[in-house]
C-alpha cells in the first residue's frame, strides 16, 4: 500500500489547498474502526529500534540496518533504516488509524513539510530510558529526540498556524517504545549499572518513563500508547546469551521485563490522575508476543527461537549482512527477523488486537 499523501502533494496547485486535501484524506480513511468522533491526524513515535524508521541512518554508530538484507519485504525492497524485512509497529499503526502506511524518521533527508503534518519516528534504535543506554551504542538519546521534537512543533507552526498546530499535539497519537535495550544492553550484556539490583533498575526505568511522559504533556501531548517491554529473554539473542546450551528462554530477563512492566503501569496510572486530561495508556505487547513466541503454529509461524537473517541466533544489525549473513528460506515462517526483532509478519500479528483492544481509550 502506498502513502496516499504523495499523489496528493503532486497534485494540488496551492500549497495551503493541498495540506487541507492531505489533512482531510487522512482523517478519514481507517482500517480499525474508530469511536465516533475520534480523530487522529498525526502518528508519532519516540524510542528505540522497535520504531526506528531510519534516523540512525544519520548516526555515527554501528547500529544501523541501512543495507540489504534489511527490507526485503519493505516496498521496493529497500533498506530504509528499519530493523526488520519490512514496516515496523509505527507504520502498521499508522495504517490502522487512516494516516499513511509509512512514517518517515525525521532525520530523512528526503522529508517532506506535508509529512511533518501526519507524523515521523525520532526514534534511534538502541536507545533506552537509562541515559547511559544511548551512550553505550553512540545513538539518539530520549533527551535529544525531544529537542529534534521541539524543532518539529516549530515546523508545524510555521506550516500551519498556531491554532492547527496545538490541535494536532493534542489529537495524535504519540508511541513511546523503549525499555528493551536498557535490559538486554545495559543491565544484563554490559553491566553498565554494577550498583543497582533488578528492583532498583526497574525503578530507575520506570521514573525516566514516567517524567519523558510528563515532558510531552507539557508540550501539548495527550494521547500517549507506552508499549511494555517484552519477553526479552526469548529474544533469539538472548536466548543464546543467557539461556544456557539449550537457549531456553532466559526467565531472569522476563521477570526483569515483567518487574518494569508492573511498574510502568502504576507509573501510568498515576500520570493519569495528576496530569489534566492527558490519555497515557499502558500497552501491553509482552503478553501477545510471548504467546506467539509460545505457540507459533496458532499464529502461522514454524520457527520462533531464530532469527531469519544468518544463523539466526546473534546477528543483528551490521551483523547482518547480504556479505555474510544468508537469509532463511521462508521469512514468513520466522518470528523474528534477525536476532533481536520481529519480522513484519509478526507486528502485524499483534498491531492489530492491540489496536481493536486498545483504541477506546484514546477518547
Known sequence: MKDNTTSWSCSCSSWKLCLLSILLLTETITAVKLPPGFTVPAVMAFGDSIVDTGNNNNVKTVVKCDFQPYGINFEGGVATGR??????????????????????????????????????????????????????????????????????????????GEERKDFILANSLILLVAGSDDLANTYYTLHARPHYDVDSYTTLMADYASDFVTKLYGYGVRRVAVFSAPPIGCVPSQRTLGGGLLRDCAEDYNDASKLFNSKLSKKLDLLRQTLLGIKSIYIDIYNPLSDIIQYPAKYGFGVANKGCCGTGALEVAVLCNKVTSSVCSDVFSHVFWDSYHPTEKTYKAIVKPLMVKYVNQFV
Do not use: H, M, W
Not at 97 to 121: M, R
Not at 134 to 149: D, G, H, R, T
Open 83 to 160: 530493523f526488520c524485512d519490512g514496516r515496523v509497529p509505527v507504520d502498521l499503526i499508522a495504517e490502522e488509524l487512516g494516516v499513511k502506511s509509512i512514517v518517515p524518521a525525521y532525520l530523512d533527508s528526503n522529508l517532506k513539510p506535508e509529512d511533518l503534518l501526519t507524523g515521523v519516528s525520532f526514534a534511534s534504535g538502541g536507545s533506552g530510558y537509562d541515559p547511559i543506554t544511548p551512550k553505550l551504542l553512540a545513538v539518539i538519546s530520549l533527551e535529544q529526540q525531544l529537542k529534534y521534537f521541539e524543532e518539529y512543533i516549530e515546523k508545524v507552526k510555521n506550516l500551519v
